[in-house]
C-alpha cells in the first residue's frame, strides 16, 4: 500500500527555522499533489501549503514569504522550509498527497502521522 513518512519537526525558538520532510512510498503511478497541513490546539486542520506535480503552488495567507514548499518528483518527496517561525506556527504538521495507485489504477488520498512542530522560547 502506500504510505507517507513524515520528518523534521521539533522544538524552535520564534524566529528560527526548520525543514519538514515528506517521503511517499508504495505502489504509485504518479503523485498528482504533495502538501501539507497543520492542526493547532483547539483549531481545525488547515491547508499550510501544497504543490502539483507541475509546481503550481499555493500558500496559506499566514504563511506566505516564509514557508517555502519543495517537490522532488523522482524521490517522491516534498519538503517544507519553515523561515521567520512564530509561536502561532506551533502545531501538528501533516504531510498530504493525492495519487495514483500503480497497477489498479485507483485514486487515493494519503496522509502522514504528523509531526509536532513547536515555536516558544
Known amino acids: 500500500q502506500v504510505q507517507l513518512v513524515e520528518s523534521g519537526g521539533g522544538l524552535v525558538q520564534p524566529g528560527g527555522s526548520l525543514r519538514l520532510s515528506c517521503a511517499a512510498s508504495?505502489?504509485?503511478?504518479?503523485?498528482?499533489?504533495m502538501g501539507w497541513y497543520r492542526q493547532a490546539p483547539g483549531r481545525e486542520r488547515d491547508l499550510v501549503a501544497v504543490m502539483t506535480y507541475g509546481s503550481t503552488t499555493n500558500y496559506a495567507d499566514s504563511v506566505k514569504g516564509r514557508f517555502t514548499i519543495s517537490r522532488d518528483n523522482a524521490k517522491n518527496t516534498v519538503y517544507l522550509q519553515m523561515n521567520s517561525l512564530k509561536p502561532e506556527d506551533t502545531a501538528v504538521y501533516y504531510c498530504?498527497?493525492?495519487?495514483?495507485?500503480?497497477?489498479?489504477?485507483?485514486?487515493?488520498?494519503?496522509w502522514g502521522q504528523g509531526t509536532l512542530v513547536t515555536v516558544s522560547s
Open positions: 508504495g505502489s504509485i503511478f504518479s503523485i498528482n499533489t
Open positions: 498530504n498527497a493525492y495519487l495514483k495507485v500503480a497497477g489498479t489504477g485507483a485514486y487515493l488520498e494519503v
